[in-house]
């Protein structure tokens, strides 16, 4: 799942060598953080969190797939 999430993130910034993809499991949920440069925020989480939405859509499908649940965090 990290591979996958840190692909599309690094798509999305200009700065690709400060993206930080990290998995750690709380109480049976996987929580997926992602940390970019802080100009990159805004990409990252776009026009009204559209683009993070999308990013939380995709872990969920994967999940499912799984049997797994994420939660998707990004941190700045």
Not at 36 to 50: E, H, P, T, Y
Not at 60 to 73: F, L, Q, R
């Amino acid at each position: 799942m990290c591979e996958l999430i840190k692909f599309i993130v690094t798509q999305l910034v200009e700065d690709k060598d400060s993206v930080n993809v990290t998995l750690e499991e709380k109480e049976g949920v996987e929580v997926v953080t992602i940390k970019v440069a802080d100009d990159d925020i805004g990409r990252v989480i776009g026009k009204q969190g559209r683009v993070a939405m999308a990013i939380r859509t995709i872990a969920k499908s994967v999940g499912i797939k799984n049997g797994k649940h994420y939660s998707i965090e990004i941190a700045d």
